[in-house]
């Protein structure tokens, strides 16, 4: 009898098990060697020749075009990590990758799958300890957190601009947005424009925008300004101009026109005399509209985008108004000041000081797109991280020093379960030496040695980690060079690798569709 369609595939048992371990091993693999500060960056090309250089797990993993389903899980291990705390996606990816690498040599001794399971739950539950044991007892002041965004940006492609001065940045920024029970970290925007130095990268405080004056007879900035915020048309609607007139004299149709002039002159008159400074409309403006507005000394921004209109109402206090005659002086935001200015081939306007929110946006600049996307993603992370930090108030040392000291916690209270399940505790302590060992094989060193070097080095001081800076590569104190990491990136990185490897190990048939 045949339950299944004949183009199924079905792959089932030992080979079910190794095919999917094989692929997402595989994923893992590929970003292992950009991990840390001397992790390389990856080229990715996509089927219509488009370019991206990274260094981001995440962004490798997703534009790799990943079809195998166990593979895929990898993807959204990375995925997560990214959503929940924005950095250690490399470190989740290469964790789960060599979970299912140890659980591949269990199940050939024959451990059976649900006890590696178990056994990886358990290990897990040591690993959150370990981590709380590891968090550094000092308050995260504006210096941990500069290190903390540093630690997340080394190793990025930062341009001509220092880790150190961007680090500064970020955390002005976070401090900004923080409120008294968190971090608004959505209030900070990261705003990229081609075109100068990195160098000329900077926090404004306020928002940007890809807009540019309807008029060139506009003022190029205004202080202290009263904004309207519209999705009106301002100018004789286009369905209107289409219409058909019955018109069969001059007459006729200078009295169309007239119409037409008085009711566009209307507008202008309207939004003059309301009050606004400076008017942002989701829809078009009649060109005789703006050429009135300009002379009244009115900005104006015509067809604005819905997420930039939302932007502009949240940061400067403004009441999205739909009609003309509805717009009163209680519907206008403030701002401190708005302003365009022209890049090359954009203009931008910047809208400063807005009265509502404390919204920030990190005006990223570089050379070319390529250095800017790259710019925009390291510090992505690094505000991530900042927030991540500042929130929790809990930071641990990086540079490997917490999974070794995780691993050792964990081989400890292996020696006090029972069976089998011991091996699948111990086999996710060697899983987690894979950090160390990659940040070690990425500065060249031998990975083995530096392994045992840094256990040595753990075991008589307590912290170990081996630290990258400038050319030397030394196993110390990682906190003493401020290299540390968010508590919570390190929490989700155990928690989602574990949760993907032991739901692929689980997996015993896999039936596919043609
Ligand atoms: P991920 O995507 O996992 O964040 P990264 O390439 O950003 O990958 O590397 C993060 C790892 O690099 C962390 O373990 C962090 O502690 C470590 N790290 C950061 N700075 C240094 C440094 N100066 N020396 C050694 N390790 C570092
Ligand atoms: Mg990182």
């Known amino acids: 009898m045949f339950i299944l369609s004949e183009d199924s595939q079905r792959t089932q048992g030992r080979d079910a098990q190794s095919s999917n371990i094989m692929a997402g091993k595989a994923v893992a693999e590929s970003v292992r060697t950009t991990l840390g500060p001397r992790g390389m960056d990856k080229m990715l090309v996509d089927s219509g020749g488009e370019v991206v250089i990274t260094n981001d797990g995440a962004t490798i993993l997703n534009e790799m075009d990943i079809e195998h389903p166990a593979a895929q899980m990898i993807v959204e291990v990375a995925d997560s990590q990214e959503e929940e705390v924005g950095d250690g996606t490399t470190t989740a990816a290469v964790i789960a990758g060599n979970l299912l690498g140890e659980a591949e040599d269990l199940i050939e001794q024959d451990v059976h799958a649900t006890t590696i399971v178990e056994g990886y739950h358990e290990a897990a539950e040591i690993a959150l300890e370990a981590i709380a044991e590891q968090v550094s007892e000092e308050t995260v002041d504006d210096d941990v957190l500069k290190q903390v965004a540093e630690s997340s940006m080394t190793g990025k492609g930062t341009g001509g601009l220092t880790a150190e001065s961007l680090a500064e940045t970020v955390v002005e920024a976070i401090r900004h947005v923080e409120l008294e029970d968190g971090v608004a970290r959505d209030n900070v925007t990261v705003h990229t424009?081609?075109?100068?130095?990195?160098?000329?990268?900077?926090?404004?405080?306020?928002?940007?925008?890809?807009?540019?004056?309807?008029?060139?007879?506009?003022?190029?900035?205004?202080?202290?300004?009263?904004?309207?915020?519209?999705?009106?048309?301002?100018?004789?609607?286009?369905?209107?101009?289409?219409?058909?007139?019955?018109?069969?004299?001059?007459?006729?149709?200078?009295?169309?026109?007239?119409?037409?002039?008085?009711?566009?002159?209307?507008?202008?008159?309207?939004?003059?005399?309301?009050?606004?400074?400076?008017?942002?409309?989701?829809?078009?403006?009649?060109?005789?509209?703006?050429?009135?507005?300009?002379?009244?000394?009115?900005?104006?921004?015509?067809?604005?985008?819905?997420?930039?209109?939302?932007?502009?109402?949240?940061?400067?206090?403004?009441?999205?108004?739909?009609?003309?005659?509805?717009?009163?002086?209680?519907?206008?935001?403030?701002?401190?000041?708005?302003?365009?200015?022209?890049?090359?081939?954009?203009?931008?306007?910047?809208?400063?000081?807005?009265?509502?929110?404390?919204?920030?946006?990190?005006?990223?600049?570089?050379?070319?797109?390529?250095?800017?996307?790259?710019?925009?993603?390291?510090?992505?992370?690094?505000?991530?991280?900042?927030?991540?930090?500042?929130?929790?108030?809990?930071?641990?040392?990086?540079?490997?020093?917490?999974?070794?000291a995780i691993a050792d916690k964990i081989r400890e209270e292996a020696a006090g379960i029972e069976g089998r399940k011991q091996l699948a505790v111990t086999a996710f302590a060697d899983a987690l030496d894979v950090v160390p060992r990659t940040l070690a094989a990425n500065t060249g060193r031998d990975p083995i040695d530096a392994l045992v070097d840094l256990r040595a080095a753990h075991e008589s001081e307590g912290r170990a980690g081996l630290i990258t800076s400038g050319e030397d590569v030394t196993i110390d104190d990682p906190f003493d060079y401020g290299v540390i990491d968010p508590a919570d990136v390190k929490r989700e990185a155990i928690e989602s690798a574990t949760e993907a490897a032991t739901m692929i190990v689980r997996i015993d048939d896999v039936i596919a569709a043609e």
Do not use: C, W
Not at 267 to 288: I, K, L, N
Not at 306 to 318: E, L, N
Not at 332 to 339: K, L, N, P, V, Y
């Open 193 to 404: 424009q081609i075109g100068a130095s990195s160098n000329a990268t900077e926090l404004v405080p306020g928002i940007v925008i890809d807009e540019e004056p309807a008029h060139d007879g506009m003022p190029d900035a205004v202080e202290d300004a009263s904004i309207a915020v519209l999705d009106v048309e301002l100018g004789v609607r286009t369905g209107e101009i289409d219409a058909e007139y019955a018109i069969d004299s001059i007459d006729q149709l200078n009295t169309a026109l007239d119409a037409e002039e008085s009711e566009v002159r209307g507008y202008a008159e309207q939004v003059a005399e309301s009050g606004a400074d400076v008017v942002f409309t989701t829809e078009d403006v009649d060109d005789r509209v703006s050429t009135y507005l300009a002379g009244e000394g009115v900005l104006v921004f015509e067809s604005i985008g819905d997420s930039d209109a939302k932007d502009i109402v949240s940061a400067t206090g403004a009441t999205r108004v739909g009609a003309l005659e509805d717009l009163e002086e209680a519907d206008f935001g403030q701002a401190d000041r708005i302003s365009s200015e022209n890049f090359g081939d954009d203009d931008l306007a910047f809208i400063e000081g807005g009265a509502a929110a404390e919204t920030v946006t990190v005006f990223v600049r570089g050379g070319t797109e390529h250095v800017v996307d790259e710019l925009e993603r390291a510090i992505g992370d690094a505000l991530d991280v900042v927030a991540t930090a500042l929130e929790s108030g809990e930071v641990v040392p990086g540079a490997g020093a917490t999974e070794i």
